[in-house]
């Protein structure tokens, strides 16, 4: 089963390869992986999305926990979360088709972020699943090329307590508990 | 805003801090990157560097400093090859949870990543096989960078942690400051057992009419002997223990069933088989411990206790799972006990077993046999002895014949399992051991893996009875060719080409012995046990084609356990 996983990370040297490391040192499956800021300067956001079982997944969790860079993770799967993606499209186009790819950017939500006399490029963002659909629909017209971004995510509501954020802010202690399960 | 401090160089700075982490010894070997370091190193008395003639030795050195004392052993070594080096030593402390912290030279800051002179990416080479490993980026960095890399290799699992120290940071100056404490968010072990779980867990303890303790190095790492012992007599339970585990209880304990796992005894390894409740303490099922998984206690109820979360549930899927210190664990385990459970008819089945089949080699042909000469051995020291051994046959013989008496007394290269880790390790052991007799004991094989280390000895006087145990093969490997390649001996024979052993031993210094009758062992080895100024080194030269028995195939089940060979060809299945 697939499975979203946050984590967040200390802004270390070679802390994102120290991930990926244990990824293919361990030979669990990586479908995607990003990687991006987050409110508190020093320390990053890694969204990785990857499948197993539930032993493997619990696995997994826990060797991500291990590191030492790594200070929070939690498995999305089961928790109440939003996923995003982001992905740029580029469409072949001749002038009789542009009128129609116009047409599914605006039904999928994307932006046209870059034409030319036989391309277009569309911007397009939500789900994963809204993006296979887009992709899905364009194929026909001929995608020269593409690039997605690989998920990101959040829970929903308030999951973080506040004065926990507070504090790793402050002064760099843990008071976030390593969730594991 | 840090309180003021003096300037000094990185350089200056390293020494102090090794000094704040009161580290005595470290082990290294100089080069390019790391002459600063060597040249502060010269009018510093507060600790002593010991020179190692090969940087793997000086790993394994510190290694076996780390595991003798359970203190942070300490590694000096200088950039690219001096660097590169190290990667088995510190691949071995890794697997085998040791904690030391290596330091590598790196080329200046500026120059990394520009194919420099003697330039490897230790960052990228040692990540998968580090606890954790830094690059200090600035002088200012090196202090609360080196007090990190102490903690973390000394708490929680220990294990190894590198620190890439590029040659610029150690001659720029900064400030010191030592900080006093510091924190690293992401890391946190969990050092107390979950007091639910603790109790649940002796309430199925009490219950069982089977119960079986499995012990492994995790017991001897977090000091918690003592704690096992009261708690194994208190309760009368049988003990069984990994490789790594020998010396958490006494082998000479009646609760001691020995080793279990792939040459472990046959009754440990029934016990296993049928035990109803598990008890695992600071080990990981391993796959030479547990053959098949599927088949592995497979009626027990089963209780994991282990400070590393990763541990559990990663083979064998447990019961209850019991996250923390383990002598923690089992202090709270034995209050938590309502009664000791009723197992006399348990007690009566293992005997039978232990009766059944007993640990047994040929002994009436006259000739010399390695099971002999560690028996003798056991005997002689009363199982007090430090005893280093190397990997192959000669390490499952002593595993199965010596009777370790201590914690810490039993320093072997288990989970990677390297070959040449004996000779150098029992250096290391010999600066943190000074009251017991220190002993290392290879094949013939493993024995030249690190020879050099020889003269490292020879140096500084070191009281180490270096044993070689000669078979003229790779024993180990050819043990598996008769078992399972068709008895094609391939490359396994050394008889023709291996070297005169006592002329190695003397050519380094060493007062060298030899022989290959059992007559000689006595007074052999009471002439290297009074020997306690210097090195000693005894070849026995032992039968050729001996198997270690019994043994359950790779990945086989207890079921599977062959006890002795019948004739040259067919082993017995029980
Ligand atoms: C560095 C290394 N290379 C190869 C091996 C594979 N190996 C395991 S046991 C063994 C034979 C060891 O022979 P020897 O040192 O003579 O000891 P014996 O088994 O005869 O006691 C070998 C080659 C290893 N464990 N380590």
């Known amino acids: 089963m697939k499975h979203t996983i946050s984590v967040l990370v200390e802004n270390h040297f070679g802390a994102f390869d120290r991930i990926a490391t244990m990824f293919s040192g361990k030979g669990f499956n990586l479908t995607s992986i990003s990687i991006g800021e987050t409110e508190i300067p020093d320390i990053s956001r890694m969204t990785v999305v990857t499948e197993g079982d539930n032993q493997i997944l619990d696995q997994i969790v826990k060797q991500l926990d291990r590191l030492i860079d790594t200070i929070k993770v939690i498995d999305l799967t089961s928790a109440y979360h939003v996923e995003r993606e982001l992905a740029l499209i580029k469409v072949s186009m001749q002038k009789a088709t542009m009128e129609q790819i116009k047409n599914i950017t605006d039904i999928f939500r994307g932006t046209i972020v870059d034409i030319t006399n036989n391309s277009m490029t569309i911007e397009i963002t939500g789900p994963p699943d809204k993006i296979d659909a887009t992709v899905n629909v364009l194929m026909p017209f001929g995608i020269m090329e593409m690039a997605r971004s690989g998920i990101v995510a959040l829970t929903r509501g308030e999951q973080i307590k506040k004065n926990n954020k507070e504090k790793i802010k402050k002064n760099n202690k843990s008071q976030i508990i390593k969730e594991t399960k | 805003m840090k309180n003021k401090g003096q300037v000094m160089t990185g350089a200056e700075i390293f020494f102090e801090c090794l000094k704040k982490e009161k580290v005595e010894h470290i082990f290294g070997f100089p080069g390019g990157s790391v002459l600063k370091l060597y040249e502060q190193l010269y009018d510093i008395d507060f600790l002593q560097h010991i020179l190692v003639r090969h940087e793997q030795g000086a790993v394994h050195a510190a290694e076996g400093y780390a595991k003798a004392s359970g203190k942070t052993g300490v590694v000096l070594v200088t950039s690219g090859p001096g660097a590169t080096n190290t990667v088995t030593g510190i691949a071995d402390a890794y697997m085998d949870s040791v904690p030391i912290v290596v330091f590598t030279g790196q080329v200046p800051s500026h120059l990394i990543g520009n194919d420099a002179f003697q330039e490897a990416d230790m960052m990228g080479i040692t990540r998968p096989i580090t606890k954790h ?72 303890i009490s219950k069982a009419k089977r119960p079986l303790l499995y012990v492994g190095g995790g017991v001897i790492m977090s000091g918690g002997s003592q704690e096992l012992a009261l708690f194994a007599r208190e309760n009368k339970l049988p003990v069984v223990m990994t490789l790594q585990g020998l010396g958490a209880f006494p082998g000479t304990d009646d609760l001691s069933l020995g080793m279990l796992g792939m040459h472990g005894t046959y ?48 083979n064998v899927i447990v019961d209850i799972p019991i996250v923390g210190d383990v002598k923690h664990i089992l202090a709270e385990l034995a209050v938590e006990m309502p009664k000791p459970p009723d197992i006399k008819d348990w007690w009566s089945q293992i005997y039978e077993w232990k009766d059944e089949c007993p640990m047994q080699y040929e002994d009436n042909d006259g000739r010399l046999r390695t099971e002999y000469v560690i028996e003798k051995l056991s005997e002689k020291t009363n199982g007090n002895a430090v005893i280093v051994t190397d990997v192959g046959q000669h390490q499952m013989w002593t595993a199965q014949y010596y009777k370790y008496n201590f914690p810490r007394s039993n320093i072997t290269s288990g989970g990677l399992g390297t070959m040449g880790f004996s000779v150098p390790a029992s250096i290391g052991v010999s600066f943190a051991v000074k009251d017991r007799p220190i002993i290392s004991i290879s094949g013939d094989g493993g024995f030249q893996m690190n020879i050099q280390e020889l003269i490292t000895a020879a140096a500084y006087k070191v009281p180490v009875k270096f044993i070689i145990i000669n078979n003229s093969f790779l024993g180990m490997v050819r043990q598996w060719q008769e078992m399972f390649h068709g008895e094609k001996y391939s490359f396994t024979d050394l008889s023709a080409s291996n070297p005169d052993f006592v002329k190695v031993g003397e050519a380094f210094g060493i007062e060298s012995f030899s022989t290959d009758s059992p007559k000689d062992v006595d007074s052999l080895l009471d002439k290297a046990l009074s020997i306690n100024d210097r090195p000693v080194l005894i070849e026995f030269k032992v039968v050729k084609d001996d198997l270690v028995f019994p043994m359950v195939p790779s990945g086989g089940s207890i079921s599977e356990m062959m006890v002795k060979r019948i004739n040259s060809k067919r082993m017995t299945l029980l």
Not at chain 2, 153 to 163: C, H, K, M, T
Not at chain 2, 172 to 180: A, G, H, T
Not at chain 2, 289 to 304: D, L, P, Q, R, S
């Open chain 2, 133 to 204: 490993n830094f690059l200090v980026r600035s002088v200012e960095e090196l202090a609360i960078t080196i007090k990190k890399a102490f903690y973390i290799a000394s708490s929680g699992r220990p294990g190894p942690v590198v620190v890439d120290l590029p040659k610029d940071v150690i001659n720029s100056k900064c400030e010191f400051v030592y900080p006093d404490n510091m924190e690293i968010r992401g890391y946190k072990p969990t050092i107390k057992g979950h007091s639910h779980q603790i109790k649940k867990a002796a309430e199925a």
């Open chain 2, 267 to 314: 009754w440990a390894n029934q016990a296993v088989d049928n035990c109803d409740v598990l008890v695992s303490l600071g080990a990981r099922f391993d796959d030479r411990v547990t053959g098949n998984c599927e088949t592995f206690a497979k009626n027990a109820f089963k209780i994991h206790a282990d400070i590393d979360p990763t541990c559990i549930d990663k």
